[in-house]
């Protein structure tokens, strides 16, 4: 063959891969209102950016007639690019490949794009629209998905991992997700479970539909499997973009910064908080009044809302948030709001964004079903990861701070930096009714009108503790201050705290209460 | 171990004789929520009812306040709809996942 001819032979199998499965694939897609993998990441990526590697990758499988079927790319694409300039690895599932399923080839491409990743120190996104292993290739198969779940643990905390789910990802399949970061879905088209409608319908005789088991809006809402939903593809692809901008590349760099900008004109927090401590507001307009451009990127919206996480930008710097919202159940940490804050708690601290925790909780939830659930195990989470997290942590005590809550929520105890105060914090061991009625039992009963006295014993104790100023006695918090001069402080403290360095004691790794 | 517990589970269409846990025997059904019922998503006292019978409500009005955890918490019409029943009482002590509201289309 001459040059010129061995160069056009590349290009038709080249074509014969690219060009023909896609015009298939699109077809077999499009029918479920799906995108093609391909499309996929030309719609996340950054134009003309995506290098394609291991196009000429195939099966080694002849069990089952596998030897007559090829699988162009064996079902994966995998590759390098850009999103808004920053780096990354991604791969994409090709459902339209033998269903996506997994087979050892398709795995090794993808611990392969897994590997760069670690060892370039750039962020992993991985697309799964998969049927699940193929079974075909046997315990292979499994050797591929156990492959990718070590390199997905090795990683974490390492590089961020970001999950998209844009298919059906079933069984052992779903394992991948839950070890990676941050996990997207999409409504109507991703679905996650471990086993099937069919199965638990013959198992156990309970009916479900497949969205109502593992759609996208279970994930997102009740299980909390899931950290961002969508509504259509291209929304999703925004949201990662989004992500990306805010998050660092690996564990050894700071995320980018921006340029620095103002809240935008609103409210302020004076006008947010309600007059009456009893009444509730949301705390996501405090967290706005105090962020760049009012922007706030909240992960996991949906799902155990009585938290907020997400990320905002102080004069550019990416900021991590962990906020109570008195709107929803008080604002109490119970099962799922101590996992979901803890998680993102040790989140930032991986990847070196500073924590600002704004405080207005009553305490843990109450009840039997949350004593069962495992409440003490769980609420523990979240005092690990702060007493753990050594990036710089800044909390606001807006108003109350009770109890265990008060510990938990980064208090100074728990080794943050800067604690402050609004004149509005009420920091105690418990509300005021509550504790007058421990305190004051004996004057309240023996008096000749108990009702009476127990509401003046209330009062006194309000006057006396429901206040921020013994805890500023105590040394306990750094400073009361304006609610509207919260912006300054905290920038204030990112500006002195840039070269904070605090190092944990030597270990192989922390037992985490999980 | 004890006679009651023993069962048996499929997976995979294969058949294992075994012994159940208390905790999977005393599992209650999973029920998909019912859209047209509001219910309290914490024990309480309701401390303000703003709706009655026939009444026309838009998505994300107040409902009702339900104090709890020393908050005012204010529910909320989840959508559009109408009031079919007001089920609670001023003052009432309500329990969690007891239903609150009813509404219709």
């Given at each position: 063959m001459s040059l010129k001819q061995k160069i056009s032979d590349f290009f038709n199998r080249k074509k014969e891969i690219v060009e023909k499965t896609e015009i298939e694939a699109q077809s077999k897609q499009s029918k479920y209102g799906k995108m093609t993998a391909r499309q996929r990441i030309e719609a996340l990526l950054d134009p003309g950016t995506f290098h394609e590697y291991d196009l000429f990758v195939e099966h080694t499988t002849d069990e089952f007639g596998m030897d007559k079927k090829f699988l162009p790319r064996d079902g994966v694409i995998t590759g390098t690019g850009e999103i808004m300039g920053y780096p990354v690895c991604i791969y994409a599932q090709d459902f339209t490949v033998a269903g996506g399923s997994l087979g050892l080839a398709h795995a090794r491409k993808i611990t392969k794009i897994m590997d760069h990743a670690m060892n370039l120190g750039i962020p992993l996104i991985g697309i799964n629209d998969s049927g699940g292993?193929?079974?075909?290739?046997g315990v292979n198969s499994l050797a591929g998905y156990g492959e990718i779940f070590y390199r997905n643990t090795r990683a974490s905390g390492v590089i961020p991992q970001i999950s998209v789910i844009l298919g059906p990802c079933a069984g052992g399949a779903v394992y991948s997700p839950a070890l990676t970061d941050f996990v997207f879905v999409v409504d109507k088209v991703s679905k996650m479970f471990i086993t099937g409608p069919e199965v638990i319908k013959t198992v156990l005789g309970e009916e479900i539909s497949m969205e109502d088991l593992g759609g996208a809006r279970v994930q997102a809402e009740i299980s909390g499997n899931a950290h961002f939903f969508a509504e259509s593809e291209f929304e999703c692809f925004e949201q990662i973009k989004k992500l990306v901008t805010f998050?660092?590349?690996?564990?050894r760099k700071k995320p980018e910064p921006m340029l620095p900008a103002q809240p935008l004109e609103g409210r302020t927090i004076t006008e947010i908080l309600p007059n009456d401590n009893t009444e509730p507001y949301d705390v996501r307009d405090i967290i706005k009044a105090i962020a760049d451009k009012s922007d706030f990127f909240e992960v996991q919206e949906y799902w155990a809302k009585n938290i907020v996480i997400g990320f905002i930008r102080m004069n550019g710097e990416t900021v991590g948030v962990v906020a109570n919202q008195?709107?929803?159940?008080?604002?109490v940490l119970d099962v799922d709001s101590s996992d979901k804050g803890a998680r993102f708690i040790r989140f930032c601290d991986a990847f070196n964004i500073p924590l600002l925790t704004l405080v207005d909780l009553p305490g843990y939830l109450p009840g039997v079903d949350q004593e069962y659930a495992g409440v003490i195990r769980h609420g523990a989470k979240i005092l690990y990861a702060y007493s753990e997290a050594t990036v710089l942590k800044m909390t606001v005590i807006m108003r109350k701070a009770y109890g265990g809550g008060y510990i938990a929520m980064c208090s100074r105890h728990l080794g943050a930096d800067f604690v402050f105060a609004w004149p509005t914090a009420e920091i105690a061991v418990m509300g005021p009714e509550g504790a007058a009625n421990i305190i004051f039992k004996k004057e309240i009963e023996s008096a000749p009108n108990p009702e009476e006295m127990r509401k003046i014993k209330v009062q006194e104790y309000t006057d006396k503790f429901a206040n921020p100023f013994k805890a500023a006695a105590n040394g306990y918090i750094d400073g009361v201050i304006i609610p509207d001069e919260t912006r300054e402080q905290i920038l204030h403290c990112l500006l002195i705290g840039k070269n904070k360095k605090v190092e944990n004691p030597e270990k192989k790794h922390g037992i985490p209460p999980f | 171990m004890e006679e009651d517990l023993k069962g048996k589970i499929i997976v995979d269409d294969t058949v294992y004789e075994t012994y159940y846990t208390r905790k999977y025997i005393n599992r209650k059904p999973i029920n998909i929520s019912d859209p047209n019922t509001i219910v309290a998503v914490i024990p309480g006292v309701i401390k303000g009812i703003f709706v009655k019978k026939g009444d026309r409500v838009t998505k994300g009005q107040p409902l009702l306040i339900l104090e709890a955890m020393k908050m005012k918490n204010r529910i909320f019409a989840?959508?559009?709809?109408?009031?079919?029943?007001?089920?609670v009482n001023i003052d009432d002590r309500v329990a969690k996942d007891q239903p609150l509201i009813k509404i219709t289309d």
């Open positions: 292993a193929r079974i075909q290739e998050i660092s590349w690996n564990n008195p709107l929803v159940l008080a604002g | 989840p959508r559009n709809g109408i009031i079919e029943e007001v089920i």
